[in-house]
Nanobody, 118 residues
Framework: QVLLVESGGGLVQPGGSLRLSCAAP????????MGWYRQAPGKQRELVAR???????DESDFVKGRFKISRDDTSKTVYLQMNNLKPEDTAVYYC????????????WGQGTQVTVSS
């Protein structure tokens, strides 16, 4: 079983920053698009940002200019740097992995809570 292990969530004040990490030690990491999704209470899970195996990034409009996704294939880790956080960013953030070359089931992490509140 492939495990995606997220970390870095927590409580932060509006305008603050957090960096989320997702480690995938058992994954053939370099062939996967890695993504971050989030789900707020009562809402559907939505894409935040993703980065392909070749480094192409895709960010949702609501985080452009504030969040940045990056990856380190050596350590098999994907990061989400979140700046200028807003209360509406409060959600559980999930790491996702999808193979760029083979049609297969995606993998999900267990989620990490991000709460933006004063």
């Amino acid at each position: 079983q492939v495990l995606l292990v997220e970390s870095g969530g927590g409580l932060v004040q509006p305008g603050g920053s957090l960096r989320l990490s997702c480690a995938a030690p058992d994954l053939h990491f370099s062939v996967y698009t890695m993504g971050w999704y989030r789900q707020a209470p009562g809402k559907q899970r939505e894409l935040v940002a993703r980065i392909s195996s070749t480094g192409t990034t895709d960010e949702s409009d609501f985080v452009k200019g504030r969040f940045k996704i990056s990856r380190d294939d050596t350590s098999k880790t994907v990061y989400l740097q979140m700046n200028n956080l807003k209360p509406e960013d409060t959600a559980v953030y999930y790491c996702n992995a999808e193979n760029d070359y083979v049609v297969s089931r995606p993998y999900w992490g267990q989620g990490t809570q991000v709460t933006v509140s004063s």
